[in-house]
């Protein structure tokens, strides 16, 4: 099992910056992948490399400001949770996780990569704190 | 009278797979007139020994901990130093052709640039600079690129899939199901990466990285200046050269490597008597990076599957000579070739049946770090007496020589001299040891070293990690003993020699700037 972590400290709110990810339906605006579809509790997200994951929604919790998903039906990926939480540091300040578990292993580098390249996207958003 | 600049890289090549070098199965003539017409370097020494590291130490000039690629999977920052950019920024002609790497292979995200190009269909991207100028990728304004296989996105990748997909599947899988290096056996003995490969000769991606260079060069004006860097891929793994090229060399008419210790119980000894993640990996309990396959067990290699091995690398050296000669040729036939300084090298070696190993990893002994290295001075620039030099060096000297050959200062922020001349130019240039780290993190499995080779000794320090606290660690007077089988490090009798590699190495090697940049991949 792969498991990578990723954070990042934004100069904004904790519920501005979940306001903007929590979203499931726009991961497309922050992450790097092309397209994004929600049905229900499943989404299909598209990479710029043409592959399309299919994902279980698992958690939006807008108390606790936590997203939690999981790649299914892909023959390669045997488990997989992914969880991305933004805590707040201060009322103009927070943190963003973005945890990965993984099967196989190396798939969490790849992805960890994506997450590093998406919380760039978040820092030149709404700043580094 | 232009300048010209051939870089010759080959990947994962031992020293003693040259005749130069002493080798006697391989039949290189190419490469062995450039090392009787240049200065032939006996040991050469990467700053790391696996090819991203390796690889960004011989563009930027600089030492891993300064350039940051502390292990493969972490790429090369864009706007990083590279002699490519200075010599394109000064007017010459830049391309690389064949294998880069200095940014990860898996990217499934297409966060690469090189990854991009052959999509793209551009010969390279040009980013802005902070003062409005636009820039080719870190200074190489054509890049054709290729890695061992038949895979991914990269230019030859793509040429076979349009050209002949019935080929994609001929060359060995280099990766399993599971993403990791492919532990598959084949050929006669059944030994890892090895395989009987039908693709013609024609499409196999050494002839492929010959070709692209020809042409490349062929396009060339008689008046430019240019530097061109033809990287093959070969003989790294996977080890299936075609088919058709195996009536070159029988493995069953190999001799075993000198480094092969063929009793068991002595090779354990000595394998035990240096720190503890050589042991751990020859018996399959501590595999700490993606350098080998997690699922091979080394213990369980054979002596034929050696001579397999090493039969498969003879031929892949082959054909890579002969590659050498068709450009070199082509040199000739424009009338260049004694304007063109030619550089050849490599970025690591290969255990090859070393201590019972194959692959590469945290091993910092001449299986890996003695590297072929040679500099074939263009004679109508400078008359240089052929010679070798026997003082170590490091590829970290590259930048700066290509500069020298240039006519450019030494860029600021290169950390080593350009090549010597000779032995005695070494001495008077300040070429005094050579340092080479090792840094790997596998999900909490973490290995670093640091070494210093300097005259005849080699002293490796193991800092904490998974498996040492800190105080093992790996001492070999190179001249007593070249197989490196007598760790010297704990022998009360040497304590004053190791202490002052130690406090040598400690003093000049670079701090490493923090935080440590993330790995993006496996490789």
Same mark, same amino acid.
């Given at each position: 099992m792969g498991s990578v972590r990723r954070h990042a400290i934004l100069a904004a709110s904790a519920s501005e910056v979940w306001a903007f990810i929590?979203?499931?339906?726009?991961?497309h605006e922050w992450f790097p992948t092309t397209a994004t579809r929600v049905e229900g509790d499943k989404r299909w997200v598209t990479l710029p490399s043409g592959i399309v994951f299919e994902e279980q929604i698992v958690l939006v919790d807008n108390d606790l400001r936590r997203f939690q998903y999981s790649i299914i039906?892909?023959?390669?990926?045997t488990q997989h949770l992914g969880t991305i939480d933004v805590i707040p540091i201060t009322d103009r300040s927070c943190i963003v996780v973005y945890s990965t578990n993984i099967?196989?292993?190396?798939?969490g580098l790849a992805i960890g990569a994506a997450a590093g390249d998406g919380l760039r996207t978040l820092q030149e958003k709404f700043g580094k704190a | 009278m232009p300048r010209r600049i051939l870089f010759i890289t080959t990947d994962?090549?031992?020293?003693?797979?040259l005749g130069c070098n002493g080798?006697?199965?391989?039949?290189?003539p190419a490469v062995d007139e450039l090392a009787r017409e240049g200065i032939r370097y006996t040991r050469a020494i990467p700053s790391?020994?696996?090819?991203m590291p390796s690889r960004s130490t011989m563009l930027t000039g600089q030492h891993v901990a300064t350039h940051?690629?502390?292990?493969?999977?972490?790429a090369l920052p864009v706007d990083a130093p590279s002699i490519a950019m200075d010599l394109w920024r000064n007017g010459y002609r830049t391309a690389l052709i064949g294998? /880069?790497?200095?940014? @990860?292979?898996?990217d499934p995200f297409a966060l690469f640039t090189e990854n991009s190009l052959a999509t793209l269909g551009e010969e390279t991207v040009y980013r802005e600079t902070a003062d409005g100028r636009l820039e080719p990728h870190r200074g190489f304004e054509h890049l054709e690129l290729a890695t061992?296989?038949?895979?991914?996105?990269?230019h030859y990748a793509k040429w076979l899939r349009e050209n002949?997909?019935?080929?994609?599947?001929?060359?060995?899988?280099?990766?399993?199901a599971q993403l990791q290096v492919n532990e598959a056996g084949g050929g006669d003995t059944g030994a890892p990466q090895v395989k009987h490969n039908p693709m013609p000769r024609e499409w196999y991606h050494t002839d492929w990285v010959a070709d692209r260079a020809v042409s490349w060069i062929d396009k060339q004006n008689n008046d430019d200046d240019w530097f061109c860097w033809v990287s093959?891929?070969?003989?790294?793994? /996977?080890?299936?050269? @075609?088919?058709?090229?195996?009536?070159?060399?029988?493995?069953?008419?190999l001799d075993l490597?000198?480094?092969?210790?063929?009793d068991p119980v002595e090779r354990e000894r000595i394998l035990a008597s240096k720190p503890a993640h050589w042991l751990g990996w020859y018996h399959g309990?501590?595999?700490?990076?993606?350098?080998?396959?997690?699922?091979?067990?080394?213990?369980?290699?054979?002596a034929d599957q050696v001579r397999e091995v090493n039969a498969m690398v003879h031929i892949q050296n082959e054909l890579v000579d002969e590659a050498v000669a068709r450009i070199i040729a082509t040199l000739r036939a424009k009338g260049w070739y004694d304007d063109v300084d030619v550089v050849f090298t490599t970025d690591h070696g290969e255990?090859?049946?070393?201590?019972?190993l194959l692959f590469k990893g945290p091993y910092h002994v001449?299986?890996?770090?003695r590297l072929p290295l040679i500099w074939r001075p263009a004679p109508s620039r400078t008359k240089v007496a052929p010679t070798t030099v026997d003082t170590p060096v490091g590829l970290v000297s590259l930048a700066a020589t290509f500069a020298e050959i240039a006519g450019l200062?030494?860029?600021?922020?290169?950390?080593a001299e350009r090549l010597p001349l000779s032995d005695s130019e070494a001495n008077a240039l300040g070429h005094q040891r050579v340092l080479t780290e090792w840094d790997s993190v596998l999900f909490g499995k973490i290995v670093s070293l640091r070494t210093i080779t300097r005259g005849s000794w080699v002293c490796t320090a193991t800092l904490p990690g998974t498996v040492h606290d800190g105080t093992d660690g790996e001492l070999y007077n190179l001249a007593d003993d070249p197989l490196q089988?007598?760790?010297?490090?704990?022998d009360p009798s040497h304590r004053a020699v190791r202490d002052d590699l130690l406090d040598d190495m400690w003093r000049n090697l670079p701090t490493a700037s923090a935080p440590r940049r993330a790995c993006d991949a496996p490789v």
């Open positions: 929590g979203r499931p339906e726009a991961l039906g892909n023959p390669l990926i099967d196989p292993e190396v798939l | 994962q090549q031992r020293y003693d797979a080798g006697r199965v391989a039949r290189t790391n020994v696996v090819c940051g690629v502390w292990m493969n999977g972490v294998k /880069a790497h200095f940014e @990860p292979f898996l061992h296989n038949g895979m991914g996105p990269l002949h997909p019935e080929a994609i599947g001929m060359l060995y899988p280099i990766l399993n093959f891929p070969d003989p790294h793994h /996977a080890w299936d050269p @075609p088919m058709s090229e195996l009536h070159r060399v029988n493995w069953r008419d490597p000198e480094g092969w210790v063929d309990t501590f595999v700490s990076n993606y350098e080998a396959p997690a699922k091979w067990i080394p213990s369980t290699l054979t255990f090859q049946g070393d201590f019972g001449d299986s890996l770090m200062r030494r860029p600021s922020y290169t950390e089988h007598v760790n010297l490090w704990h």
